[in-house]
């Protein structure tokens, strides 16, 4: 972009993080001392703050870390009722498996949400994306699959939608039709999978960028994801799967060979698997909310590095195994549950996060990208660094948010 005034300037920030690095001696694209401007809604200038253009408006970044706005890649942010008191139990000794075939778990959500006026789901929606929007995410993928039936399923979506346009962040929407069999389709469970297809599917086609599957043990074969995932790919969608979390199943390999964006969880992930996602391509999604809450081995991190398969780092926030709200807790976690670096980790929630939802223009900070930016302060006394980010679970302090260059208000 040509040089001149610019409509806002992000000035005297320690330390620019770009995400835009392509050394392994800089992944992040660190620089020190640097100011970001925006013009027209998009990064126009980066560069050594005593260098800056004249600017409409500053904000002061002193003593502060920038870096591109994060991107939360795998959530269900969008459900009704409260899953408080399986956690108690769990906590006491209860199985999940117990509390599963007394009808609780994903179903007893799905009863609640299908409950639900779509005003609520809307607001109790929008309230879960502001949080997360105070924590510096600018863009959010939402999944359905706690309506499991065509009508409920749209609705969800249209929810999701309508929460990102209350918060002001930029939502993508998972079709996850293939998350549990219904009740009513125990019996005959191939059924629900053809309603997913024949009927779900072409009613939710438009109101959705990405089709998901839960393939695991308990939930959905190998061979049913394929189907349904393949469904999906035929109408336009991006592939994405719930992979690998309770059992190996050989999933991630399956969605890889469809070109799969990603596959999340992967705690049973083999080699194999891993090979497959990286002549694939498909993006690692990590969610260590999940492996903490249900206590699940870590996943092959050294595997998935030594291949070169990018990894992303998200929430996974929802009532029951992850109810987490803080992509810099995930981030944190990554790295001491899981084995990730501090700079895998600050990608694995911005750069790899966008990857991952097939969106290679967000989570880095380049001239003519848009101007998502976030504005952190490191925790009190510390130095503005990455690892000073990463280290305090949680402590890291959004004093701006910026989101296609508007700043965003929360509360």
Same mark, same amino acid.
């Given at each position: 972009?040509? *040089?001149?005034?610019? #409509? ?11 995400? #835009? ?10 620089? /020190? ?54 956690? %108690? ?18 179903? @007893?959500?799905?009863?609640?949400? %299908? ?5 609520? &789901? ?70 629900? =999978?053809? *309603?997913?297809?024949?009927?779900? &599917? ?12 839960? =393939? ?5 074969? =190998? ?8 469904? $999906? ?11 690998? *979390? ?15 964006? @990603? ?22 999604? &990590? ?26 780092? /998200? ?42 939802? $097939? %969106? ?45 260059? @508007? %700043?965003?208000?929360?509360?």
């Amino acid at each position: 972009m040509t *040089q001149g005034p610019v #409509d806002l300037l992000i000035r005297g920030a320690a330390c620019v993080l770009t995400m #835009d690095g392509d050394t392994d001696a800089d992944p992040l694209g660190s620089r /020190a001392a640097s100011s970001v401007g925006v013009r027209d809604g998009l990064v126009a200038w980066i560069g050594a703050t005593d260098e800056a253009p004249e600017a409409r408006e500053v904000v002061d970044a002193a003593g502060c870390v920038v870096l591109p706005g994060l991107v939360e890649c795998h959530t269900h942010s969008v459900w009704a009722g409260s899953r408080s008191d399986e956690f %108690r139990r769990r906590l006491s000794g209860v199985p999940y498996t117990t509390i599963l075939e007394e009808g609780g778990g994903i179903l @007893s959500t799905v009863d609640a949400t %299908r409950c639900a006026g779509e005003a609520e &789901l809307v607001a109790l929606a929008a309230g879960r994306l502001s949080r997360l929007a105070s924590r510096g995410v600018t863009t959010i993928e939402i999944k359905s699959g706690y309506g499991l039936s065509p009508a409920y399923e749209l609705r969800m979506l249209r929810a999701a939608r309508a929460a990102g346009d209350v918060s002001g962040l930029r939502v993508l929407s998972t079709f996850l039709g293939a998350h549990a069999v219904p009740r009513s389709f125990r019996a005959d469970r191939s059924a629900y =999978v053809r *309603q997913v297809i024949e009927e779900q &599917l072409p009613q939710v086609a438009e109101a959705a960028d990405f089709i998901d599957a839960y =393939v695991d043990r308990g939930a959905f074969t =190998v061979d049913e994801g394929h189907a349904i995932l393949s469904a $999906g790919k035929a109408a336009g969608l991006g592939v994405r799967v719930h992979a690998e *979390q309770v059992a190996y199943t050989g999933a991630a390999a399956m969605a890889a060979g469809l070109g799969a964006l @990603s596959a999340d969880h992967l705690e049973q992930l083999d080699e194999a698997g891993v090979e497959a996602m990286a002549q694939a391509g498909t993006v690692a999604v &990590l969610l260590p909310g999940a492996q903490l809450y249900l206590r699940d081995p870590a996943p092959p991190v050294a595997s998935l590095r030594e291949a070169g398969v990018r990894m992303a780092v /998200a929430t996974d926030l929802n009532p029951g195994s992850s109810p987490v709200l803080d992509p810099w807790i995930s981030a944190t976690l990554s790295c001491v549950a899981m084995g990730l670096t501090v700079e895998e980790a600050l990608l694995g929630i911005t750069r790899n996060a966008a990857l991952a939802l $097939g %969106r290679p223009d967000l989570g880095r900070l380049y001239v003519g990208a848009p101007a998502d930016v976030v504005v952190v302060s490191p925790p009190p006394g510390e130095a503005a660094t990455p690892a000073s980010l990463i280290q305090f679970m949680g402590g890291a302090q959004i004093r701006e948010t910026l989101r296609g260059g @508007s %700043r965003l208000s929360f509360v």
